[in-house]
């Protein structure tokens, strides 16, 4: 094989690599506006609720050094799942701090504005 054919080969697969990564990056940040502006335009809405389900998500780093291998935890992405009073079901991403608070069965009101979360109200 011709060494200019493989180093063209090579410069093509590293700028279509490049390019597939730059797109990507380009592509989650127009859906991470697109989300922002349509929360931002939705009207904010309180509703009656009960807390039906909460989750967790934990992704894990792993570090090599040397030797040894580390599996540290990294960020806690906390959930919780609203159930409305005509039957629908939301979840929505919310702090750690409202995480601890809420329970499984409380009733309250709930504050949303689109797909984001904005507080909830206990009743007692």
Known sequence: MDFAFDYNMFR????????IIIGMFVFIIVKNIKTWNQNNHSPRLDVEAEVVSKRTDVSFNNHMGGNASMVLPGPTIYYAAFQVESGDRMEFKISGTEYGQLAIKDRGKLSFQGSRFLSFSRYF
């Open 12 to 19: 093509l697969m590293f700028n279509m690599v490049f390019f």
